[in-house]
Every structure is written in structure tokens, then in C-alpha cells.
């Protein structure tokens, strides 16, 4: 079919084109017959007495009367104008918009750079001339924060790269025009205002890209990424009869739902919104209520939509409004499933389908003769959806009510019957970003009223400084929720206040500022740990459940990251031999024991602080091919990397740099936070993760890390800082005076030994030259005992001294 429509309309087309050179060619000819005729009359005019003034008036009056028929060929017509005319019109006249023009040799340059732009050697001697002026900073293109660009994306860099050279060209141009426009506003006297005026207008001209320059580049970016989902929704919104599961979608109308009316906010919330909308109050005096709020019963779920009115008064964003009409699933292609998937254990499922029957949250449907009906897969069904970036590890039941044709989707059949939901299911990838978005303008309310409430999915905690207080924002919450058709769970909900609660798989107690796993969880878990270590071999996926659960409960296990490497490293390993394949069995090693032991010691007695970390110390560290240096509240500590640690990685380097200035600087330090300021965005990541899985080296000296701040109950946190804010550790990695690193050697001393014994303690010694384990260090050093041997009384000692030479005097007035 579509070729022949092609070949009917080439036909046309051809068709038009000869009929309009049969109409050229017959005016053609019309057109040279009236010009000899029109050439004739005029030269019998010419030669015309003069003083015939009758001839001539009736020659004049039958061009130019306007009584006179044009269409009616007369001998004193005036022949047809250009026949291109005739077909194309007028032509077209200079643009009315283009100015004057500039100098000719100006104009030749600057369409060459148009054209051609400047060379490299051009550019960057003009992006270097011309830098931001002092009191002006905003010329100059804003960077980054060293932190936000951890957290981008090699593409997200590449845009703000991007943008950034844009504004700064931008901020380049307006400092040339500024200066040439001061220059020239000098002088007063002889200056032509078009000159000064001229210079302003680019200047502004060039400012309207720059105002708001990333905004509008985000702005156009989001409009041309919607214009293509409508593209794509448009194209794939219907899907085609071919598939084996269409079926047009059909309107039912619902038992229950004729005569219902759209709910608003009731007067009292809508005078609190509208109180804080006009800026009147900021933390309103919520009315006391009574201790157990008014819970909406609703026999059926999705009923949300019938409170449209009250969510056009919290917020105008359209596609939350569309969604709490109805939500429609965005889907890339079409989906579709060729044979039923078999249903396990479907007995259990008895129970559940009964309780979403009972809320209206699926409904039974009939099913055609002869036809297959699509059957509720969502694991199959999330290949086929567009679901924005969006990280979230649980979901709970979301009572959302589905435009009808996208019901045919998640259907499912249980004991021969078919079912269909009719709200946003478990299971659908999109349902935590939608939920959540729809809930946004909801919490945003309420923090704007003063109430305070953490919300996770459809979870929520709701805090208050007293139990009064938390009362009042219970009982407004509650009743807020329910006016825009939330249901709220009795059963599953605390409507008490408490200081202790469990929330999120977690126990939270406000009165001791603490977190922990709730005990009954703590016992699943300890068994589960019994399970797996008595096991010789395991299936890669059941293992890898087991570090499921043992990431759950992270958060409330000090060091419960860094046990978790050697479980993470063996099943990187066992999927690594089984080419991915989560059945394979692999082996219980025994190193792993240890590990086991750890958690089944730590997981009874642990929890972990609810309050922002106070740190005690501040230590800024470098590593440099060369050495290592380190510096807290002004002291710094340095080293230098042995033959064996020069030939590793800088990125090892690094962590070992941090090791050294935290032995250097707090190994005096018990039960303490300190903050770690490094350069290295590698290092960063393997501390604060307590090691890493992708490269062993780095991973053990993380762990090495780790195991040492356990041993004295202390966290470190590592933060990024940039190489030229951390000037002292970076001078103290590169320095190269090494007087401290003088040492007798180790024959002489060997000698020294045999004649006087083996000394107690090293004087004047590094953790690189020392001669008895424990050691006195010139500056502070990550194994010494103590700093500066002339500050200690060494009467009562048996020590051996070898200082640098310029010591030496010193040394001998030590009494």
C-alpha cells in the first residue's frame, strides 16, 4: 500500500508540473505576439505630430484609465510585465531587518571567523588575554565543587564542561567590550555617542545568552527530551493487532462509583495552606485534637481520584494531577507474551488474592474463548517501560488507580480465573519514582506548616520535640492524608507517641539517640548466619542472599562494611569461574570463618549513634612518587616509600599516605570521629566504603585501615581537598632533606649489640632506619613512641643514640 500511494502521488505531482509549462508556454506566445504589436503602436506614436493633442490624450487615457477592461486586448494597452512574475509574484525586496553596513575589510574578517573560526594558537591567546576582572566575578564561568563532581558521571562532566566553556566565553567577550568601552568613555570630549552606544548594546546583546545560561541549557534540554517520550508515546501508544495479547480497551462503569463527588480540603486545612501561601505564618498553632485522628474507611482501592480538588490546591504540577486522575504506564515498545508462565506454590496465594479482591485493588474478569489474554508477569513487563533514574531497595503497596486501558497489562490467572489490577501493583519498576513524586508537594505541605516527618515510600515518622507536640502533628497529618484519599493502616501504624520505635527494619530510640536491629530480626539473622557456615558448599544465589541480609542491617553494625568484603570478594570470584551463573555451587573457604565468628559476636551487642559525628581531629595527607606527608593543627608528619612501596600504585600510595598521618597523629585516640582531607578520589571511596571488591591491593591496606580504627572504637571519614588548600602535606611528601634518615649500619650496630647488649629503645630513629622496636621519631611518625627524644628523661633508660650531626652538641649538654 505505501508504494503505490508513493508512485499515485509522483504521478500527480508530474501531472501539476505539466499543466504549469503548458499555461508558461501559451503565455509565452501571448507575450511576443503583444510586444511586436505594443513595439509598432508605440514607433507610429513617436512619429505622431506633436500638435495632435487628441491623439495623444486618447493614447494616455487607455493606459492609464482605470475604467478600461485590462483583460481586453486594445491596441494602446501596455504590454504584460515579467512572465516569472506572473508565476512566482513580486520579487523579493532587501530585508527591511539588516542595518548598514561596516567597513568592507571588517566584514571579510569576521565571516571568515564565522566560517573558519580562529586557529588553536589564536584561541588560546585570546582566552588568555582577556581574564574576569576583579570586581566583576560573575563574568567568570562557576565551577564545580570537587565534591558534586565525584557524584557526576563522565556525561554529566562533559555537559558542565561544555556549559562552562560557554559561559566563560561569554564572560571573555563582555570584559573586552567593558574595556574597550571604558577606554573610549575617557574621552569625553571627542567621543561620538554612537561609538559608546554601540559597545553597550553588545555588551547586552552578548548578556541576554549568558543570563540564566545553564538554566536555559537544562530548560531546552528537558523540552526536547519530553518532545522525544511524546514522540515515542505517540508512536507506541496504541499497540497493533498483531500482538498476540491486544485488546481494545473497554469503559466499565464501577460498582459504588455513580452519584460519588469530587472532595475537597476541608476549611480548616485550606485556611492553614492559605495562611502559609500568603507569608502570614510559618509554623502555625496546629488546634488540639482528639488522640486518635479520623480514619477514611474505603471499601476499594485507587479512590484518590476522587479527591482531585484537594490536590489542586497543594500543588500544580501537571503530571501529578494527571497521575492522581489516572497513571498511565510509559511504555518504549509495545509489550506482549507468547505463552502463559507457570505458577509456583500458587496455593499461598490464595489468602492475598482474597484481601486485594476485598480492597478493590484486582477484579476478576472474563476471559474469551479461544483467545490468549495477557497474564500478569511484571518481571517480563518492566523490560518493557521507561522508567526514569530512580534508586530505591523496598516498595510497599500502592493504592493508585490506573487508566483502564493500561489494565489489560496486569492481568494475572489463578486456579483457571483471570484477574486484573486496578491500581499501580507491587512489583512495577516505575511505581517507587511515581509514588513518590506524587507524594512530594504532600510532605512539602506539611514541613511548610512546621511539621516534622520522615517519609520513605509509603512509610512515614512523624517527630516532635515533646509528646504534645508530636501528638498535634499525628492527628494533622492523619486527617491531611485522609482529605486527599490516603488510607492509613491502624493495624500496621503506631498511633501513639514513643520514644522507641521500629521504623524501616529498624529500632529507633529518641531517648538515647540510638539505632539497632529490632530482636526478633537479630534472631533470624544469627540463625541464618549458623545455616550458611555449617555448609561446605552453597549455591552463588542463596550466598548471595546471605549478603543481602547482612547489608540490611549495616547501618546499625559499627564495621559491619568492612566484614562484608571477604563474603563480597568470594562471590565476585566463584561468578567469575562460573561465568555468571548464580546456580553454580561454590565452596565455604575456611578464611571465611572468621568472618562468620565476627558477625555472630558483633550482630547481639550492636548499635550505632543517631547523632551527626563530632570530629576531634582534622588530618590533611599527600603521597608523591617519592614519600608520604601529613599535617594536623599545624604539625606535620612526613616519610619516604621504601624500594618495595615506590613500585605500587599512587592509588595505594594514597591509602597509605592516610594510614601513616593517622597512626602519626591519633594513635593516642580512643572512641573518637576524625576527618580525613585527601586528594585522591579513590582513596576517598575505599575508606569510606571500608575497602572494595575490583582491586585486592587497595581493598587490604583499606582493610588494614579499618582493623586499626576497630581495635580503638574510632571512625574516620575522608572528604576531598584540593592539592593546592592541602599545602602542607603536599610539601611534606616532596621534601628531600633526609638528615633524619641517617643510620649507622648494621654491622657496626650489630657489633655495638655484642659488646653492650641490645638497647630498649632508638632515640633518634624513623619507622625506615630503627634499630629496636620501639623508637623516639624527630617528627611525628606513624610507630614511634614518642616525638622529640630531648623532651624525655632518659636517666632511667637503656637507649641507643645516633642523631643527625648538627645534633651532636646538643646531645652531649643532655644531662
Known amino acids: 500500500m505505501p508504494k503505490r500511494n508513493t508512485k499515485r502521488k509522483l504521478q500527480e505531482f508530474k501531472e501539476k508540473v505539466r499543466k504549469k509549462m503548458r499555461r508558461l508556454n501559451q503565455f509565452m506566445e501571448n507575450y511576443d505576439d503583444s510586444s511586436s504589436e505594443s513595439d509598432t503602436e508605440c514607433s507610429s506614436n513617436e512619429s505622431a505630430p506633436s500638435g495632435n493633442t487628441s491623439s495623444d490624450e486618447g493614447n494616455t487615457r487607455s493606459v492609464t484609465d482605470p475604467h478600461v477592461n485590462p483583460a481586453t486586448p486594445t491596441d494602446q494597452q501596455e504590454p504584460p510585465g ?161 500482538h498476540l495479547n491486544y485488546q481494545r480497551p473497554t469503559y466499565k462503569t464501577r460498582k459504588g462509583e455513580e452519584g460519588r463527588k469530587d472532595i475537597g480540603l476541608q476549611p480548616e ?193 512523624i517527630l516532635g520535640k515533646n509528646e504534645k507536640e508530636c501528638t498535634n502533628n499525628l492527628n494533622f497529618t492523619s486527617q491531611f492524608l485522609t482529605s486527599l484519599g490516603f488510607l492509613i493502616n491502624k493495624e500496621k501504624s503506631t498511633l501513639t507517641p514513643t520514644q522507641i520505635i521500629k521504623f524501616l527494619g529498624f529500632t529507633y530510640n529518641s531517648k538515647e539517640m540510638l539505632m539497632s536491629v529490632p530482636i526478633d530480626k537479630k534472631s533470624k539473622i544469627l540463625s541464618l548466619i549458623k545455616t550458611v557456615r555449617r555448609k561446605a558448599v552453597i549455591r552463588i544465589r542463596d550466598f548471595a542472599k546471605f549478603i543481602g541480609t547482612l547489608v540490611s542491617i549495616c547501618p546499625a553494625i559499627p564495621y559491619g562494611w568492612m566484614h562484608l568484603k571477604e563474603f563480597e570478594r568470594e562471590k565476585y570470584t566463584a561468578l567469575k569461574k562460573s561465568q555468571g551463573d548464580y546456580d553454580a555451587l561454590m565452596e565455604i573457604r575456611e578464611k571465611l570463618i572468621v568472618e562468620f565468628i565476627w558477625w555472630e559476636n558483633n550482630i547481639p551487642i550492636s548499635e550505632t549513634s543517631l547523632r551527626e559525628p563530632n570530629y576531634e581531629l582534622t588530618i590533611y595527607t599527600d603521597a608523591s612518587n617519592s614519600g608520604w606527608g601529613a599535617s594536623c593543627n599545624g604539625e606535620t608528619a612526613r616519610g619516604w616509600w621504601n624500594d618495595i612501596e615506590t613500585s605500587f600504585h599512587i592509588n595505594y600510595l594514597e591509602l597509605l599516605a592516610a594510614f601513616n598521618g593517622l597512626k602519626s597523629f591519633a594513635k593516642n585516640k580512643k572512641s573518637s570521629h576524625i576527618l580525613l582531607r585527601i586528594d585522591n578520589t579513590t582513596a576517598i571511596s575505599y575508606i569510606n566504603r571500608m575497602g572494595g571488591i575490583k582491586f585486592p591491593t587497595l581493598n587490604t591496606i583499606a582493610r588494614q585501615i579499618w582493623d586499626w580504627c576497630e581495635q580503638r572504637k574510632v571512625f574516620i571519614f575522608a572528604s576531598y581537598v584540593n592539592t593546592k588548600d592541602n599545602t602542607l602535606a603536599d610539601a611534606a611528601s616532596r621534601h628531600t632533606n633526609v638528615e633524619t634518615e641517617y643510620s649507622l649500619n648494621q654491622k657496626s650496630f650489630d657489633q655495638i649489640k655484642k659488646a653492650f647488649g641490645q638497647p630498649e629503645i632508638d632515640l633518634f630513629a624513623s619507622h625506615r632506619n630503627k634499630k629496636c622496636d620501639q623508637f623516639i621519631s624527630w617528627h611525628p611518625d606513624p610507630e614511634s613512641c614518642a616525638v622529640d627524644a630531648f623532651t624525655l628523661n632518659w636517666s632511667n633508660i637503656y637507649f641507643y643514640a645516633f642523631p643527625p650531626f648538627p645534633l651532636l652538641p646538643r646531645l652531649f649538654k643532655k644531662n
Open 269 to 461: 486545612f485550606q485556611a492553614t495552606i492559605d495562611e502559609v501561601s500568603k507569608g502570614t505564618t510559618r509554623t502555625p498553632q496546629i488546634p488540639e485534637q482528639n488522640p486518635t485522628p479520623p480514619i477514611l474507611e474505603v471499601g476499594y482501592a485507587g479512590h484518590i481520584k476522587l479527591f482531585y480538588k484537594s490536590w489542586e490546591q497543594i500543588t500544580q504540577d501537571k503530571e501529578i494531577l494527571g497521575w492522581v486522575k489516572g497513571y498511565k504506564i510509559s511504555f518504549t515498545t509495545p509489550p506482549y507474551q507468547k505463552h502463559i508462565p507457570k505458577n509456583k506454590n500458587s496455593a499461598k496465594y490464595a489468602e492475598s488474592i482474597k484481601n486485594l479482591l476485598k480492597i478493590g485493588a484486582i477484579q476478576k474478569k472474563k476471559k474469551p474463548n479461544g483467545k490468549d489474554r495477557f497474564i500478569k508477569n511484571l518481571k517480563l513487563l518492566n523490560t518493557y517501560l521507561s522508567c526514569p533514574h530512580f534508586k530505591l531497595e523496598d516498595f510497599r503497596s500502592v493504592k493508585k488507580y490506573p487508566f483502564r486501558k493500561f489494565r489489560k497489562y496486569l492481568k494475572f490467572q489463578y486456579r483457571k480465573k483471570l484477574y486484573e489490577f486496578t491500581c499501580l501493583p507491587f512489583g512495577l519498576s516505575t511505581a517507587p519514582f511515581v509514588f513518590t513524586k506524587l507524594f512530594k508537594p504532600v510532605i512539602t505541605q506539611l514541613r511548610s506548616l512546621g511539621l516534622s516527618s520522615v517519609i520513605y515510600l509509603d512509610d512515614m515518622l
Open 82 to 242: 515579467d512572465p516569472f512574475e506572473a508565476l512566482f509574484g513580486l520579487p523579493a525586496t532587501d530585508n527591511q531587518d539588516e542595518g548598514a553596513e561596516i567597513a568592507n575589510d571588517l566584514a571579510i574578517r569576521w565571516e571568515s571567523y564565522l566560517s573558519s573560526g580562529l586557529d588553536k594558537d589564536g584561541r588560546r591567546k585570546l582566552m588568555d588575554q582577556w581574564l574576569a576582572p576583579r570586581n566583576c566575578k560573575q563574568l567568570k564561568g562557576p565551577e564545580l565543587n570537587p565534591e558534586v563532581q565525584m557524584l557526576l558521571t563522565a556525561a554529566d562532566l562533559r555537559k558542565d564542561k561544555f556549559q562552562l566553556n560557554l559561559q566563560t566565553l561569554i564572560g571573555k567577550a563582555v570584559t573586552a567590550q567593558s574595556t574597550a568601552l571604558a577606554k573610549i568613555l575617557e574621552q569625553k570630549d571627542s567621543l561620538d555617542p554612537t561609538i559608546s552606544q554601540a559597545l553597550v548594546d553588545s555588551g547586552k546583546f552578548t548578556l541576554l545568552l549568558g543570563a540564566d545560561f545553564s538554566e536555559k541549557c537544562k530548560a531546552t534540554k528537558a523540552i526536547e527530551t519530553a518532545a522525544q517520550e511524546l514522540a515515542k508515546r505517540r508512536e507506541h501508544s496504541e499497540p497493533t493487532t498483531s
